[in-house]
């Protein structure tokens, strides 16, 4: 059982800058696989940005260079650091943690905003 609670979204004019949050907790040590995931409206949810237990990171190409996902061990954390965000990034932002043992898990979402 893992449990993921995300923060840090908001509202933030275009350019501007946003750092997203995961706390996960439960069965942590068994997560090997992290990542953000995004649905805007009207379209489908996409995979944003992912990390591996071991530091490997991917991401969409269209946040490449400004989107940085990084993990906290000590504090059970991961981020999505978000920079010159665009308009078109506006959508619901969620954490997942998968693992083999008991599937993957997603936190609740939360809503980034980016005006024009």
């Known amino acids: 059982q893992v449990q993921l609670v995300e923060s840090g979204g908001g509202l933030v004019q275009a350019g501007g800058s946003l750092r997203l949050s995961c706390a996960a907790s439960g069965s942590i040590s068994s997560i090997y696989h992290m990542g953000w995931s995004r649905r805007a409206p009207g379209k489908q949810r996409e995979l944003v940005a992912s990390i591996t237990s071991g530091g490997s990171t991917n991401y969409v190409e269209s946040v490449k260079g400004r989107f940085t996902i990084s993990r906290d061990n000590a504090k059970n954390t991961m981020y999505l650091q978000m920079n010159s965000l665009k308009p078109e990034d506006t959508a619901v932002y969620y954490c997942?943690?998968?693992?083999?043992?008991?599937?993957?898990?997603w936190g609740q979402g939360t809503q980034v905003t980016v005006s024009s």
């Open positions: 997942s943690a998968h693992t083999i043992r008991y599937g993957t898990y």
